[in-house]
């Protein structure tokens, strides 16, 4: 006779994850405003997105990063300017921390030519070049194997450079993302792995889509991780410093599991009816990523006037972007002509 599994007792397991060490250096005011400044700016860039789209200025897919803005604002800021960055479609804050102005993002997402794919791309499909980030991709897991290929890339050139690549919960259940693993093990590639674990894949929680703990998948190819308080900014900047100097120092690929939350739905078309309104503002009250650094900043001694200061000038950002979008026009319908592969004519 076949007998049931055991259940866990999840409040009985050991928890593993990584806040500011003891030993991470205080955060200085500078980097207190700077890191307040970047996270607000996303905060307010993707809540009028939300607004746009609900004007109906744009159209098809749109996901908000609202809640999880202290994991690429941390993980950017250790950065060097020769690495790459690709992640999924949940991208605008990965856009704007990558240095990608808020006006071509903008106009991107609402299809103008102005834009960063000069409007073909939207929300879920941006690139730049110049700024080494390879997308925002809207098939689940893609990203994992072309943040794989950019670390190659890195290595086969010598340029000193390394990939990081972020994938959701989710896609972490993916076969290529085992595959990635396998062969930037092998050959030791410089590619660090972000877990961005905000609790839901879609609309279905990790606890039931996802056995094991996400960081220690890479543990039967060697790959070492770990799991860290993705709401809080300097943790995940003091753990991003140690991953990025292991990777790299030419020791292989890395994995962080970044422990985050959305506040809206898996996209504007998600009512999120499988969680709580009680789960939703203890987040929010209690894990928020600007009102942990918000605090941080009043017992430092920072000035209202000076907190103040920095939510205007983000604000005139924002709204800039957005009229710059209206403003901008449609692309032109020769643009379904260009950027487009054809086998080469003998």
């Not at 007998?3 to 250096?25: E, I, M, Y």
């Not at 950002?317 to 004519?345: C, G, H, R, Y």
Request: charged share 25%.
């Amino acid at each position: 006779m076949a007998v049931a599994p055991k259940k866990t007792d999840n409040k009985k397991k050991k928890s593993h994850l990584k806040t500011v060490s003891n030993s991470a250096p205080e955060p200085t005011t500078e980097e207190m405003k700077s890191f307040y400044r970047e996270m607000l700016l996303i905060r307010r860039f993707e809540e009028k997105a939300g607004q746009l789209y609900g004007m109906g200025l744009i159209g098809g897919f749109c996901h908000l990063y609202i809640g999880q803005e202290a994991v690429v604002t941390g993980i950017q800021s250790v950065q060097e300017e020769q690495d790459s960055v690709v992640t999924a479609y949940r991208d605008h804050g990965h856009m704007l921390s990558c240095g990608m102005d808020a006006k071509g993002v903008m106009a991107e997402l609402t299809g103008r030519k102005g834009g960063y794919s000069r409007g073909k791309g939207g929300s879920m499909h941006m690139f730049s070049k110049e700024a080494n980030f390879y997308g925002g991709h809207g098939i689940v897991g893609a990203q994992i194997s072309i943040g794989t290929g950019l670390a190659f890339a890195h290595k086969y050139k010598e340029d000193g450079g390394i990939a990081v690549t972020y994938m959701g919960d989710g896609a972490s259940n993916q076969g290529q993302v085992a595959e990635s693993y396998n062969m930037a093990s092998l050959w030791k590639l410089p590619v660090l792995y972000i877990i961005e674990n905000n609790r839901y894949g879609m609309g279905t929680s990790a606890e039931r889509h996802a056995a094991g703990e996400l960081y220690r998948r890479g543990e039967g190819y060697g790959i070492p991780g770990e799991q860290v308080d993705g709401m809080d900014v300097f943790a995940v900047r003091d753990a991003a410093r140690q991953a990025i100097d292991y990777v790299r120092g030419g020791n292989g690929p890395y994995i962080l599991e970044m422990m985050t939350y959305r506040y809206r739905g898996h996209s504007m078309s998600d009512p999120a009816k499988y969680r709580t309104k009680e789960e939703v503002s203890k987040f929010k009250d209690e894990h928020d990523p600007l009102l942990i650094i918000k605090n941080l900043m009043n017992k430092a001694g920072i000035k209202e006037d000076e907190i103040k200061s920095i939510d205007k000038d983000v604000k005139a950002i924002v709204n800039e972007a957005a009229q710059f979008a209206q403003e901008s026009s449609e692309p032109a319908a020769e643009e379904l002509w260009t950027d487009v592969l054809k086998p080469v004519e003998e």
